[in-house]
């Protein structure tokens, strides 16, 4: 059942199958405390952008299902690929700590669904989790590797 639809997104309202991607990556280990009921499930068709560089970031998103590419605009409006994203990667943990706007662009080269935590939720919850934290870490440290 779809709920809500934007220029790059459709939100799913599926708890079915939200409970069903927490679950398979067990979302509730990285958390000290459940968000389940935070969190919402969205949809990226192919092309769509999941982010945009030096836009606001409204979601938190952790990649479900799909693959994306991460890239940034160079000052001659050339593009520089930074890395491809697959299940399960995050996006928006730098801009969840630097409170900053999306240091680059992501986008969707297959269908996405993304499981996304609304960046205001993620700032109140999620900065002070040393659980989640460690988790972040790690998946940077994975991102330069």
């Known amino acids: ?4 639809k934007s220029d790059s997104m459709i939100r799913i309202d599926d708890s ?6 927490y679950e398979k990556y067990e979302l509730e280990k990285i958390f000290t405390e459940d968000l ?3 969190i919402v499930l969205m949809k990226y068709r192919r092309q769509e952008n999941l982010c945009e560089e ?16 991460v890239f940034r605009t160079l000052a001659n409006g050339k593009s520089l690929l930074l890395n491809f994203y ?9 801009e969840l700590i630097k409170e900053s706007t999306a ?4 986008q969707a080269l297959t269908t996405c669904f993304v499981l ?29 590797h």
């Open 1 to 4: 059942m779809l709920t809500e």
């Open 16 to 21: 079915a199958l939200l409970k069903k991607y």
């Open 36 to 38: 389940f009921d935070q």
């Open 54 to 69: 030096q836009e606001v970031m409204h979601y938190m998103m952790f990649i479900v299902e799909g693959r994306i590419k």
């Open 86 to 94: 697959e299940p399960l990667s995050i996006i928006g943990e730098v």
């Open 103 to 106: 240091s680059c662009t992501g």
């Open 116 to 144: 996304g935590i609304p960046m205001e939720v993620a700032q109140q919850r999620l900065k002070g989790d040393a659980k989640f934290l460690s988790y972040a870490c790690k998946s940077l440290a994975d991102k330069l």
